[in-house]
């Protein structure tokens, strides 16, 4: 007998979401020849939270969200010559290979 199993992991108790998000991040970051810094993952923290915190609310949408997410994130880098919409299909490219 075949069994499908699907496992979420909504917790963080499987897989590190927060360590395996950085890493693409980071990994992101470096295919546009940018060198990794500690506080970029206290920046993208308080950006994305704050987003997730505005959906919750329903001042955004969940696409909303995700087309203004990066563009809002490089600019802050000081990085707006980056194409958000590039680096985010770079990002969750790398997220999805890269789990931890």
Not at 68 to 79: A, D, H, S, V
Request: charged share 30%; proline share 2%.
């Amino acid at each position: 007998m075949k069994k499908d199993i699907f496992l979420v992991d909504a917790d963080n108790t499987l897989l590190d979401f927060h360590g395996s998000s950085f890493l693409a991040i980071r990994e992101a970051l470096e295919s546009f020849s940018i060198a990794w810094k500690e506080e970029f993952a206290a920046i993208f923290t308080r950006l994305n939270d704050g987003l997730w915190e505005a959906l919750e609310r329903k001042e955004i949408t969940r696409e909303e969200l995700i087309k203004i997410r990066f563009p809002m994130y490089l600019k802050e880098l000081g990085l707006s010559h980056i194409n958000g919409d590039e680096f985010n299909k770079k990002y969750l490219h790398l997220l999805s290979t890269r789990p931890l």
